[in-house]
């Protein structure tokens, strides 16, 4: 079997030794190609080039932005003819949350998932065939995980601003950027109209956002569920709110934190199993965002689920 590891070195948790320990067992067991990121970008370029080489598998040793980007290297934008057969993907986690790989059930230290990953492989070669997972086609990239339209986006734009100018990023200051942007969003009008299979539109909507798994984010170890029920293997999760006066949205944002969720309010509009949700704006453009990256602003999104997109090197599903 063909390998490229592909390793990004500032990422946040990853160190020399534990490098070293995933290069020497992976060494043991495939065909390896080690390919270190080094400037903005590099991943999607590896991923491209890893499809275009015929690898048969990809291990990113990364957080979720390098994955994010290595699967869209190689599966090209949404439309398109990946530059060649789409390699399975491997993770060790290398990042500060890591979402994607704890939501597949892959352990957070380098240690557990290499060997996890070695197990794996030995079970792909008995039976032949990975876990494959669905993803979000957000029009001109795929999302991983999540994807937003609001609020959220207003925060991930803050937070890069705050990596930008060389600050750490830990949970006490995501919420310390989080909270005044959430507050000054929750004054401007809803300007968004949400749609969805089977349902009028609804307008007034403050944000949205859709989900590939449950959770939908972490605060440390904390999840974060907006859509108990969706999965991988389902299609969207979608949350939406149609008001954001204070009192309502820290009680619903208690039960997102909570460890079992019971969501209810009169403002949320929610759904576990949606195969696709389009957002327009009734006013000025809205903020948007994949994976926790910040997409830009624009005028109207339309969130598809596509299933079995993408092969994994992960446990199945419970």
């Not at 290069?23 to 903005?40: F, G, K, M, W, Y």
């Not at 993907?89 to 380098?110: C, H, K, M, T, Y």
């Not at 859709?210 to 999840?223: E, K, L």
């Not at 948007?288 to 994994?312: H, I, K, N, W």
Request: net charge positive; hydrophobic share 40%.
């Amino acid at each position: 079997m063909r390998a490229m590891l592909i390793v990004n070195p500032i990422a946040t948790t990853i160190t020399p030794a534990a490098r070293e320990l995933v290069v020497q067992a992976l060494n043991s067991r495939v065909d390896l190609t080690i390919e270190p990121t080094t400037h903005a970008g590099h991943a999607e370029d590896l991923g491209r080039k890893a499809a275009a080489d015929g690898f048969d598998l990809v291990v990113v040793y990364g957080g979720d932005g390098t994955v994010s980007a290595v699967v869209n290297g190689m599966l090209g934008r949404p439309g398109s003819t990946p530059a060649g057969p789409v390699p399975a993907v491997g993770i060790i986690p290398g990042g500060s949350a890591n979402v994607l790989a704890r939501a597949l059930g892959i352990p957070r230290d380098a240690t557990g998932a290499i060997n996890q990953l070695l197990t794996l492989l030995d079970d792909y070669e008995q039976h032949r065939q990975w876990r494959r997972i669905s993803l979000i086609d957000c029009g001109e990239i795929y999302a991983l995980v999540n994807a937003g339209m609001g609020v959220d986006a207003e925060v991930v734009r803050a937070v890069e601003e705050e990596r930008r100018k060389g600050h750490k990023i830990t949970p006490v200051r995501y919420w310390r950027v989080a909270v005044p942007v959430s507050v000054r969003f929750s004054r401007r009008e809803p300007n968004l109209i949400l749609e969805r299979p089977g349902q009028p539109p609804v307008s007034g909507v403050h944000f949205v956002w859709v989900s590939n798994t449950n959770p939908w984010t972490y605060s440390d170890d904390r999840p974060m569920v907006t859509n108990p029920g969706c999965s991988f293997e389902s299609g969207l999760g979608l949350f939406a709110l149609t008001s954001m006066k204070l009192i309502p949205t820290l009680r619903l944002l208690r039960q997102l934190l909570a460890k079992r969720p019971k969501l209810e309010a009169k403002q949320l509009i929610r759904d576990d199993d949606v195969s696709y949700v389009r957002i327009t704006k009734m006013a000025t453009p809205a903020a948007c965002q994949y994976d926790g990256e910040y997409l830009g602003l624009r005028e109207s999104m339309t969130f598809r689920t596509v299933p079995d997109a993408l092969a994994v090197v992960a446990p199945l599903p419970k």
